[in-house]
Every structure is written in C-alpha cells, then in structure tokens.
C-alpha cells in the first residue's frame, strides 16, 4: 500500500473517530475535562495527519533523496600523514 493510500485511510478513521466524539459530546456533554481533553486530541490527530499529507509526496512523484554538496577543494594533506596508504600498507614495512 503506497503513503498515499495509508494517509487516506488514516484520514477515513479519523474521520470516524471524529463522528464518535461528537456522538460521546451529545450523551456526556462538553463541558467535563475529560470530554474537552478526548476533543483536542482527536483535532490535534486531524492536524497532525493533515501535516503529514503536505510532507508526503504524491503519488506520481517519488521521495528524491537530499543532494549533498562536496566541496572541489582539496583535503589538508596533514590530516593523512598518520595513516597507511590504502591497500599498500605502511611506508616503511614490506608486504608478507
């Protein structure tokens, strides 16, 4: 199931939890703590999921992974002079 069919189904759910609340809010009333908390976190998860529907991509348009730049300029030579030259070994040792 792609990102975009989970968000959808996410949003279906939710969209029924927020039918229940109302129905809960009609029997208990809306003026107890615990009614007005049940309240809030299910609009939080609304705002929530609509969040994550504006990050995800489309579905016709793939996640392309962050380009990272590496600079042209050459690397201080100092920070080499400890290490062994790779697959050559040590300066100063002969292979076996």
């Known amino acids: 199931m792609s990102v975009h069919d989970e968000l959808t189904s996410v949003q279906r759910s939710l969209d ?28 939080r998860l609304r705002e ?6 504006d990050a995800a991509p489309g579905p016709s348009q793939p996640r392309r992974p962050e ?15 400890d290490s062994d030259d790779e697959g050559l070994g040590a300066r100063d040792r002969h292979a076996p």
């Open 67 to 81: 380009l990272v730049t590496i600079s042209d300029t050459p690397y201080d030579i100092s920070l080499w002079t």
């Open 48 to 53: 929530s999921v609509a969040l994550l529907r």
């Open 16 to 43: 029924e939890l927020s039918r229940s609340v109302s129905r809960l809010e009609q029997q208990l009333g809306r003026g107890g703590l615990e009614m007005r908390r049940v309240r809030a976190d299910a609009d």
